[in-house]
C-alpha cells in the first residue's frame, strides 16, 4: 500500500527566505505526482504536475523535481513571501490502471513579513 | 480559468439523515473523483467515476455512499444515513485525461450533529 511522508510538518520562515519541502512515497511505481496548495478551510489548488518519466517541472517562482527510483520528490521556492502561507500537500497517483490519489499529510508553512 | 464548483459550502445535517452533495465539473472533462478531509487528517480518496460508472473506489466508500451523474452536468455524492464520523470536509476533483492533472473543487463542509 502506498504510504506518502511529508518533511517537515510545519516550518516558519521569515520572507525573502529561499525553502524546500520533502515528500516521499514507498511505491516507486508511480505514475505522476503533484502539488498542492490548502488555505485553511478551503480547497485544493494545483501547483505542479510531474509525470513519472520527468524529473522536474517549473512554475514561477516554484520547482518540483522528482526522484522515483529513490521515492521522493521536492517542492522548491524561491523568494517566499507572506502570500505563500499556506499547508503544501504532495499527492501520488499509483499506475495506470488506477487513478486514485494518495496525500501526504503536508507541510504547513508560514512566511513571515 | 475553468472551475470545479461545489454546492452547498457548508451542511449541517442529524444523524442518520440522508445529504446528497452537487458538483459541477469543467465541461470537457471526464474523469470525475470524490475525496474527503476529516479535520487535521489527510485527504482520502473516495470513489473515481467515468462513462457513467464507478471505475475505483476506496474501502470507505461504504454501501451509505453512492454517486451519479443525473443530468450530465451535475456530479452527485448521496450519503445515506448520516453518522458522527462522516464530519468532513468532502471534495469534488475532476481531470481531463489520462494525463492530466486534477482540478479540484472549494469543497463542502459536512457537519453530522
Known amino acids: 500500500k502506498q504510504e506518502v511522508t511529508q518533511i517537515p510538518a510545519a516550518l516558519s520562515v521569515p520572507e525573502g527566505e529561499n525553502l524546500v519541502l520533502n515528500c516521499s512515497f514507498t511505491d516507486s511505481a508511480i505514475y505522476n505526482l503533484q502539488w498542492f496548495r490548502q488555505d485553511p478551510g478551503k480547497g485544493l489548488t494545483s501547483l505542479l504536475l510531474?509525470?513519472?518519466?520527468?524529473r522536474e517541472q517549473t512554475s514561477g517562482r516554484l520547482n518540483a523535481s522528482l526522484d522515483k527510483s529513490s521515492g521522493r520528490s521536492t517542492l522548491y521556492i524561491a523568494a517566499s513571501q507572506p502570500g505563500d502561507s499556506a499547508t503544501y500537500l504532495c499527492?501520488?497517483?499509483?499506475?495506470?490502471?488506477?487513478?486514485?490519489?494518495?496525500f501526504g499529510s503536508g507541510t504547513r508553512l508560514q512566511v513571515q513579513p | 480559468e475553468p472551475e470545479v464548483t461545489q454546492t452547498p459550502s457548508h451542511q449541517v445535517t442529524q444523524m442518520g439523515q440522508e445529504v446528497i452533495l452537487r458538483c459541477v465539473p469543467i465541461?470537457?472533462?471526464?474523469?470525475f473523483y470524490w475525496y474527503r478531509q476529516i479535520l487535521g487528517q489527510k485527504v482520502e480518496f473516495l470513489v473515481s467515476f467515468y462513462n457513467n460508472e464507478i471505475s475505483e473506489k476506496s474501502e470507505i466508500f461504504d454501501d451509505q455512499f453512492s454517486v451519479e451523474r443525473p443530468d450530465g452536468s451535475n456530479f452527485t455524492l448521496k450519503i445515506r444515513s448520516t453518522k458522527l464520523e462522516d464530519s468532513a470536509m468532502y471534495f469534488c476533483?475532476?481531470?481531463?485525461?489520462?494525463?492530466?492533472?486534477?482540478?479540484f473543487g472549494s469543497g463542502t463542509r459536512l457537519t453530522v450533529v
Open positions: 510531474i509525470q513519472s518519466s520527468q
Open positions: 499527492a501520488v497517483r499509483v499506475g495506470t490502471g488506477r487513478r486514485a490519489l494518495t
Open positions: 465541461s470537457n472533462h471526464l474523469y
Open positions: 476533483a475532476t481531470q481531463g485525461g489520462q494525463n492530466y492533472g486534477y482540478t
